[in-house]
């Protein structure tokens, strides 16, 4: 069974940042993508970005120019690097891995506070 591990949320003024990191316990295949999504209470969850297997990534309109997806291959892992964070970011942030199968992880909360 593959788990996704989320780390990195906390709480941060805003115009601060965070980085986010999602390790897989293993080597994924069949897996198109690597995604973050976030969800508010009451509100549906959101993609926020993603990363596909030829690197090509993008991004939610409301996070553009200010977060960055990357990779680590050797790693198994995923970042998601948060600049000029806003109290509107505020969420739980899941890791997703998409394809064939689709995997989840437990999901990090951010808050960013004003």
């Known amino acids: 069974q593959v788990q996704l591990v989320e780390s990195g949320g906390g709480l941060v003024q805003a115009g601060g940042s965070l980085r986010l990191s999602c390790a897989a316990s293993?080597?994924?295949?069949?897996?198109?993508?690597m995604r973050w999504y976030r969800q508010d209470p009451g509100k549906e969850r959101e993609l926020v970005a993603l990363i596909n297997n030829g690197d090509s990534t993008q991004y939610a309109d409301s996070v553009k120019g200010r977060f960055t997806i990357s990779r680590d291959n050797a790693k198994n892992t995923v970042y998601l690097q948060m600049n000029s964070l806003k109290p509107e970011d505020t969420a739980v942030y899941y890791c997703n891995a998409w394809g064939i199968n689709v995997y989840w992880g437990q999901g990090t909360q951010v808050t960013v506070s004003s």
């Open positions: 293993r080597t994924l295949f069949n897996i198109n993508s």
